[in-house]
Each structure stands twice: as C-alpha cells, then as structure tokens.
C-alpha cells in the first residue's frame, strides 16, 4: 500500500529478494532513509527560500510571520510523517533527523545562497523600474494638476472680474 505521496516501499520487496538475510534489508532501508532524509531535508531548506524570498525587500506583518512560519512547519511535519511511515513503518530514527539537517545545510550554503542573491538582484531591478515609473507617473500627474489647477482658477478669476468683484489691478 502507498500513501498519498507515494514513497516507495522497499522492506517488503527487499526481503523477498533478500533470501531471508535480514541484515541486508536492514542495512539497505538505513541507506534508503538516509538518502531520502536528505532529499527532504534539501526540499524543506528550498521551501524556506521560498519562505525567505517572499520577506525579503519588504516589511512583514507578525501575522504573516507567523503564518508562513506554521506553513512551514506544517509542511516539514507531513513530508517527515510521510517518510517514516513509508520507509520505517512509523519508526522515528534519529539518524534520519541528522541526515535531513545535512541536506538542509547542503542546500542552504550552495544552491540557497545563489537563488537568495538572484532574487535580491531581481528584487533590486524590480524596485528601480517601480521608482522610475513612479517619478514618471508623478511628473506627468504633476503637469496635469497645475493644468487643471490653472484652468480652475483663471474660471474663479473670470467670474470674478464679470461680477466686478475683482479687477487686473
């Protein structure tokens, strides 16, 4: 039987291969939690990047902390539940806690550090063009509000002069 993520099951189809020598299952379902503890623990690390790269260049709420903090740790739980009970049938192994943190390393201090510095440099590219827009827009927003500023105002002063109330003096 498969989860609904499916991790394949190697104890049963091992040991029938195995010619009943336990100690080869054992030895290959440790290495095959092992790898797949580090594979999850790189998914996380690049799931928190995620996580990073949405706060990054911006101020976030407590609120929003706080939500994505519980995404993720929702997340890790599941992908960790779906592990062991896929691969130790339920049994929680310390060593895959250790080779998760290494995975989550080994992707924080490689592929992490050049996918956070490309999305600041995207996040800085982004702002400018924002900037300059926003000059623009403002500068055009500004001609147009003295136009309307002067064409109200010489309206008034018209008015003015034809009930005699004001004069060019």
Do not use: E
């Not at 806690?97 to 800085?124: A, D, E, N």
């Amino acid at each position: 039987t498969h989860s609904f993520i499916s991790i394949p099951r190697l104890q049963k189809s091992v040991f029938r291969f195995s010619g009943g020598n336990n100690m080869q299952v054992i030895q290959l379902n440790q290495s095959v939690l092992a790898v797949w503890s580090l594979v999850i623990g790189a998914v996380l690390c690049a799931f928190y990047d995620i996580i990073r790269a949405f706060r990054l260049g911006r101020r976030t709420r407590a609120l929003t902390l706080f939500v994505l903090d519980f995404a993720f740790c929702l997340i890790s739980a599941l992908l960790m539940l779906v592990m062991f009970y896929n691969l130790t049938f339920g049994r929680i192994r310390a060593y895959a806690f250790v080779f998760m943190l290494v995975g989550f390393l080994i992707w924080r201090f490689t592929v992490g550090k050049v996918f956070i510095s490309i999305v600041w440099r995207i996040i800085i590219f982004v702002q400018r063009i924002l900037s300059l827009l926003k000059t623009r827009i403002l500068a055009v927003w500004q001609i147009i509000a003295r136009y309307i500023h002067t064409k109200n105002y010489c309206r008034v002063y018209i008015k003015r002069i034809k009930r005699g109330t004001d004069s060019f003096k």
